[in-house]
């Protein structure tokens, strides 16, 4: 069943993944930013909270995967870049701990 979600929505969604990911659920995070990305609102934030989320799920390659779509989208804003770059670090670092730990 495929819906489409309207911008508002989308943006409610997203916010609530971010709640989500503080509340330590990043399953249910992953769901909305997630069905937020199926309704093609992929923007910068969106993306990001999609990556946390899959970070914190140990998905460590999509979470890099998708941040670094996330960094190079032309609507992300200046101050936005900084912090997803140093958050592209942590996923990288955790992924090769991770490794090791196997």
Same mark, same amino acid.
């Given at each position: 069943?495929?819906?489409?979600?309207?911008?508002?929505?989308?943006?409610?969604?997203?916010?609530?993944?971010? /709640? +989500?990911?503080?509340?330590?659920?990043?399953?249910?995070?992953?769901?909305?930013?997630?069905?937020? /990305?199926?309704?093609?609102?992929?923007?910068? &934030?969106?993306? +990001?909270?999609?990556?946390?989320?899959?970070?914190?799920?140990?998905?460590?390659?999509?979470?890099?995967? =998708?941040?670094?779509?996330? =960094?190079?989208?032309?609507?992300?804003?200046?101050?936005?870049?900084?912090?997803?770059?140093?958050?592209?670090?942590?996923? &990288?670092?955790?992924?090769?701990?991770? &490794? =090791?730990?196997?």
């Amino acid at each position: 069943r495929e819906t489409t979600l309207s911008l508002d929505c989308a943006v409610l969604l997203c916010n609530r993944a971010a /709640c +989500y990911l503080a509340l330590g659920t990043p399953q249910f995070a992953f769901a909305d930013t997630h069905r937020c /990305c199926d309704s093609q609102f992929e923007w910068p &934030k969106v993306l +990001y909270r999609l990556s946390v989320s899959l970070e914190a799920l140990k998905d460590f390659e999509n979470a890099e995967r =998708i941040l670094e779509q996330a =960094i190079l989208q032309p609507s992300v804003l200046a101050e936005m870049k900084p912090k997803m770059e140093a958050r592209l670090a942590l996923i &990288k670092e955790a992924a090769k701990k991770d &490794k =090791i730990a196997m």
